[in-house]
């Protein structure tokens, strides 16, 4: 079973910690007191929602074994050197599938359309005659919403009774295509052959080098945008935050150079330390400015006009 297992790349999982940003943002506006029942919903959900997500990779790795031959490490997947049972395959697609949905309906309603949502964008993504992957713009947006449904999942595991800010989703939204838009250079760039990378994914016929670094620019200035809406509306002192999380965006650019970059490969990024230290250090910078008040940022800063005598 083994070869079968690969296939729902349970390493993947680490990419479902994506869900934790709208957690902890529903606990900073909302201050729920934390109990027995929150911590269970949070367990579940995170599971539920690693059950959904290898389910797509399911049908992502079964529908792409044609096209993933020409990759120079894809072509190393489990369906493409193995012979799988197509009877096998589907029973553990729709198997984890049923089961992550069954435990998010447990959870909460709203969760659990969320989770179907999640489930329906894996369809949309891979499977004929939409399959969003092969049409260029559209590939780099239906994937990173992904990430602004697992915000959502965050949110839900803290709350049922209200939405989240508008602002946050389009900018985590956007943040995440900023990151399919270098992953998709950081592949392009290491295959080096524009014909083997339209045949190994048919938008890249339309991609080249500078195309998707001129997405990611305007990816990343999106998110900047729309994710600075939502900290200065809810916190006036979170505007010293932004110049340091634009650090991160630059930083992740310069790491897609990198030869087999971890761009190309998201569940690999907690090898990068740097990467990973500099995150714990806007934590701690976040959790600072929430504690701390500026009183002369109001005064720096105002929605008025002054007259000049």
């Given amino acids: 079973m083994k070869k ?16 934790f940003p709208g957690l902890v943002v529903a606990y900073v506006l ?16 995170f599971i539920s929602t690693c059950l959904i997500a290898s389910s797509n990779y399911i049908i992502n790795e079964w529908l792409d074994a044609e096209f993933d031959k020409f990759h120079p490490t894809k072509k190393y997947r489990s369906v493409v050197e193995n012979d799988l049972r197509p009877a096998i395959v589907y029973i553990l697609y729709f198997g984890l599938a049923i089961i992550g949905v069954g435990i998010a309906f447990c959870l909460s309603p709203i969760f659990c359309g969320c989770e179907i949502w999640l489930w329906v964008m894996g ?3 891979n499977v004929k005659p939409i399959r969003t992957k092969d049409i260029p713009i559209i590939d780099i947006l239906s994937e990173s919403i992904n990430n602004a449904i697992r915000f959502l999942l965050g949110w839900f595991t803290i709350t049922d009774s209200y939405l989240p800010p508008i602002s946050i989703i389009i900018g985590y939204w956007f943040a995440g295509a900023f990151l399919m838009a270098m992953k998709r250079f950081a592949e392009y760039r290491m295959i080096a ?13 339309f991609y080249s080098e500078q195309s ?8 990343a200035m999106c998110s900047v945008l729309f994710i600075g809406i939502f900290l200065i509306k809810y916190r006036l002192e979170l505007i010293l935050f932004m110049p340091f999380f634009m650090g991160l965006f630059c930083y992740y650019f310069h790491i897609s150079f990198n030869n087999d970059s971890a761009a190309q490969k998201p569940e690999k990024l907690f090898r990068e330390k740097r990467l990973m230290f500099y995150c714990f250090i806007l934590c701690i910078l976040f959790w600072i400015l929430m504690i701390l008040d500026f009183p002369i940022l109001n005064a720096i800063i105002s929605d008025t006009l002054i007259k000049i005598k």
């Fill in 30 to 45: 909302l201050n729920p007191k934390i109990n027995i029942y929150i911590v269970c919903k949070i367990i579940f959900g």
């Fill in 212 to 219: 998707l670094l001129l997405l990611s620019f305007f990816f």
């Fill in 4 to 19: 079968y297992i690969q296939v729902a790349r349970l390493d993947h999982w680490i990419k479902q910690l994506f869900i």
């Fill in 123 to 125: 369809i949309l993504y």
């Fill in 193 to 205: 052959n524009p014909d083997v990378a339209g045949e190994y994914r048919k938008s890249f016929q």
